[in-house]
């Protein structure tokens, strides 16, 4: 059942709201965190939200059993990774969003896009977060292969699509509790169904 490991962390955590799934490939993790602050902002009866990004390994029997499914809906086999070259990898990180102002980093603005849409996200986030275009911002964003761009890079984990996004937020928070920068923008890879991007903002910044 997709819901169960919500359900059960939440049980595990004795935490008590609403709780939700959601999968669109890579850069779940990113689209996670605008659902949880999205939920805050709208209801009453949370004050805060974990999101994580989760990945787990898929045997060879699970890869073929996608690729059927894909084939039955759209008449192609759904895209999935070789397993036996792709490296796989398990993994999750979770972050804690609060309705709440508190010292520390807080989720300035976010933007969703279509498929390979990124510059057209980060616009949508740099908008609602009020910075204009000429802000430098630095950017996190997911290890790929013979980049060669400015992006600052979660740790290479191997095939992790939705987990990775979110290591590349944590990696980003951290430097903003350092001091180290004032605002930041995090944004996934331009994945087949949706494009995301977040400006996160050091809570005494400017």
Known sequence: VLNAPTGACARWLSLRG????????????????????AL??????????????LDECLLPEQHARLAT??????????????????????????????????PGVALAGWGLAGPNQLDLAV???????????EAA???YGVRRHGAQDDTRRAPDLGYAPAAASTFATL????????????????????????????????????
């Open 69 to 102: 499914l894909g084939r039955s809906v759209t008449g192609a086999p759904l895209s999935t990774p070789d397993p036996a070259t792709a490296g796989d990898a398990e993994g999750a990180a979770c972050l804690v969003l609060t309705a709440d102002d508190h």
């Open 40 to 53: 805050l902002a709208e209801r009453d009866d949370a004050d805060l939200m974990v999101a994580a990004g």
């Open 137 to 139: 911002l630095p950017r």
């Open 123 to 133: 616009t949508r986030a740099r908008d609602r977060a009020g910075l204009p275009p």
């Open 18 to 37: 609403p709780t939700g799934t959601l999968t669109v490939g890579r850069g779940s993790g990113l689209v996670a965190v605008v659902q949880a602050a």
């Open 171 to 206: 990696l980003a928070v951290l430097d903003l509790r350092r001091g180290a920068e004032e605002h930041a923008l995090v944004v996934s890879d331009e994945g087949q169904a949706v494009t995301t991007a977040l400006v996160l903002t050091r809570q005494d910044a400017p």
